[in-house]
Protein backbone atom coordinates (compact mmCIF):
# COMPACT_ATOMS: atom_id res chain seq x y z
CA UNK A 1 0.00 0.00 0.00
CA UNK A 2 1.37 3.48 -1.24
CA UNK A 3 1.34 6.00 1.19
CA UNK A 4 -0.34 9.40 0.06
CA UNK A 5 1.69 12.55 -0.75
CA UNK A 6 1.03 15.77 0.82
CA UNK A 7 0.13 16.22 -3.04
CA UNK A 8 -2.95 13.76 -2.61
CA UNK A 9 -3.69 15.29 1.14
CA UNK A 10 -3.93 18.35 -0.48
CA UNK A 11 -6.39 17.59 -3.29
CA UNK A 12 -8.93 15.89 -0.83
CA UNK A 13 -9.08 18.55 1.60
CA UNK A 14 -10.24 20.48 -1.78
CA UNK A 15 -12.12 17.53 -2.67
CA UNK A 16 -13.92 18.37 1.01
CA UNK A 17 -13.99 21.60 0.84
CA UNK A 18 -17.31 21.77 -1.20
CA UNK A 19 -19.53 19.18 1.59
CA UNK A 20 -17.90 21.36 4.66
CA UNK A 21 -20.00 24.73 2.90
CA UNK A 22 -22.90 22.59 2.96
CA UNK A 23 -22.41 21.63 6.79
CA UNK A 24 -22.02 25.59 7.25
CA UNK A 25 -25.41 26.62 5.38
CA UNK A 26 -27.18 23.40 6.71
CA UNK A 27 -25.93 25.49 10.18
CA UNK A 28 -27.57 28.37 9.40
CA UNK A 29 -30.93 26.56 8.62
CA UNK A 30 -30.58 24.78 12.10
CA UNK A 31 -30.12 28.35 13.02
CA UNK A 32 -33.40 29.68 12.04
CA UNK A 33 -35.30 26.42 12.77
CA UNK A 34 -34.50 26.28 16.68
CA UNK A 35 -34.80 30.29 16.42
CA UNK A 36 -38.58 29.44 15.45
CA UNK A 37 -39.03 26.74 18.06
CA UNK A 38 -38.04 28.85 20.41
CA UNK A 39 -40.47 31.29 19.26
CA UNK A 40 -43.68 28.33 19.16
CA UNK A 41 -42.66 27.14 22.28
CA UNK A 42 -42.86 30.74 24.20
CA UNK A 43 -46.02 31.57 22.54
CA UNK A 44 -47.87 28.42 23.74
CA UNK A 45 -46.32 29.04 27.23
CA UNK A 46 -48.20 32.83 26.43
CA UNK A 47 -51.51 30.68 24.98
CA UNK A 48 -51.84 28.40 28.19
CA UNK A 49 -51.54 31.24 30.71
CA UNK A 50 -54.10 33.02 28.55
CA UNK A 51 -56.19 30.05 28.33
CA UNK A 52 -55.80 29.21 32.03
CA UNK A 53 -57.35 33.49 33.12
CA UNK A 54 -60.16 33.06 30.09
CA UNK A 55 -61.36 30.34 31.54
CA UNK A 56 -64.81 31.94 32.42
CA UNK A 57 -64.93 33.62 28.57
CA UNK A 58 -65.96 30.46 25.92
CA UNK A 59 -65.06 32.80 22.61
CA UNK A 60 -61.56 33.53 23.94
CA UNK A 61 -61.34 29.91 24.91
CA UNK A 62 -61.80 28.43 21.90
CA UNK A 63 -59.55 30.76 20.51
CA UNK A 64 -56.84 29.93 22.69
CA UNK A 65 -57.32 25.78 21.97
CA UNK A 66 -57.28 26.69 18.33
CA UNK A 67 -54.16 28.69 18.16
CA UNK A 68 -52.62 25.93 20.87
CA UNK A 69 -53.39 22.73 18.22
CA UNK A 70 -52.08 25.17 15.78
CA UNK A 71 -48.81 25.81 17.98
CA UNK A 72 -48.37 22.17 18.76
CA UNK A 73 -48.84 21.06 14.57
CA UNK A 74 -45.81 23.90 14.06
CA UNK A 75 -43.56 22.86 16.53
CA UNK A 76 -43.70 18.85 15.65
CA UNK A 77 -43.06 19.98 12.03
CA UNK A 78 -40.05 22.18 13.41
CA UNK A 79 -38.70 19.18 14.97
CA UNK A 80 -39.01 16.92 12.16
CA UNK A 81 -36.98 19.77 10.05
CA UNK A 82 -34.45 19.91 12.71
CA UNK A 83 -33.98 16.28 13.38
CA UNK A 84 -33.85 15.77 9.27
CA UNK A 85 -31.14 18.39 9.57
CA UNK A 86 -29.04 17.27 11.46
CA UNK A 87 -29.34 14.02 9.78
CA UNK A 88 -28.40 16.06 6.76
CA UNK A 89 -25.06 16.78 8.77
CA UNK A 90 -24.16 13.47 10.02
CA UNK A 91 -24.01 12.18 6.69
CA UNK A 92 -21.99 15.11 5.03
CA UNK A 93 -19.13 14.43 7.66
CA UNK A 94 -19.31 10.19 7.12
CA UNK A 95 -19.00 11.59 3.26
CA UNK A 96 -16.20 13.85 4.05
CA UNK A 97 -14.38 11.19 6.39
CA UNK A 98 -15.23 8.71 3.22
CA UNK A 99 -13.57 11.09 0.68
CA UNK A 100 -10.58 10.85 2.78
CA UNK A 101 -10.60 6.91 3.56
CA UNK A 102 -11.02 6.45 -0.72
CA UNK A 103 -7.56 8.16 -0.76
CA UNK A 104 -5.42 6.62 2.21
CA UNK A 105 -7.28 2.98 2.17
CA UNK A 106 -7.14 3.18 -1.47
CA UNK A 107 -9.97 1.17 -1.94
CA UNK A 108 -13.16 2.07 -4.57
CA UNK A 109 -15.75 3.75 -1.74
CA UNK A 110 -17.29 5.87 -5.30
CA UNK A 111 -20.51 3.80 -4.47
CA UNK A 112 -20.62 4.84 -1.03
CA UNK A 113 -19.81 8.24 -1.48
CA UNK A 114 -22.66 8.82 -4.18
CA UNK A 115 -25.22 7.01 -1.48
CA UNK A 116 -24.20 9.31 1.61
CA UNK A 117 -24.63 12.57 -1.05
CA UNK A 118 -28.12 11.33 -2.51
CA UNK A 119 -29.39 9.99 1.46
CA UNK A 120 -27.81 13.77 2.62
CA UNK A 121 -29.87 15.36 -0.08
CA UNK A 122 -32.83 13.03 0.41
CA UNK A 123 -32.62 14.71 4.01
CA UNK A 124 -31.97 18.25 3.30
CA UNK A 125 -34.92 17.92 1.04
CA UNK A 126 -37.24 16.23 3.91
CA UNK A 127 -35.97 18.70 6.23
CA UNK A 128 -37.11 21.99 3.80
CA UNK A 129 -40.11 20.63 2.99
CA UNK A 130 -41.16 20.06 6.68
CA UNK A 131 -39.95 23.87 7.41
CA UNK A 132 -42.23 24.79 4.16
CA UNK A 133 -44.94 22.76 6.01
CA UNK A 134 -44.52 24.64 9.33
CA UNK A 135 -44.33 27.90 7.34
CA UNK A 136 -47.52 27.49 5.59
CA UNK A 137 -49.08 26.91 9.24
CA UNK A 138 -47.78 30.03 10.58
CA UNK A 139 -49.55 31.69 8.04
CA UNK A 140 -52.40 29.91 8.53
CA UNK A 141 -52.48 31.13 12.22
CA UNK A 142 -51.61 34.70 11.78
CA UNK A 143 -54.00 35.89 9.69
CA UNK A 144 -55.96 38.57 11.04
CA UNK A 145 -59.41 38.20 12.23
CA UNK A 146 -61.78 40.43 9.78
CA UNK A 147 -63.58 41.68 12.85
CA UNK A 148 -60.80 43.26 14.33
CA UNK A 149 -60.02 44.73 11.03
CA UNK A 150 -63.54 46.40 10.73
CA UNK A 151 -64.18 47.50 14.00
CA UNK A 152 -60.44 48.33 14.80
CA UNK A 153 -59.61 50.62 11.45
CA UNK A 154 -58.78 53.86 11.18
CA UNK A 155 -60.98 56.43 10.39
CA UNK A 156 -59.36 58.66 7.19
Given at each position: ???????????????S????????????????????L???????????H???????????????????????????W????????????????????????????????????????????A???????????????A??????????????????
Open positions: MQTPSSHDIVQIIQLIAPVFLIAGIGTLLNVLTSRARVVDRGRVIEMLAASSDQHDHANRHLNELRILDKRMTIHNAIMLSTLAILLVCLLIVTLFSVELIAIDLSRIVAILFIATMSLIGGLTCFLIEISYRKSLRVRAELLVSKSPKF
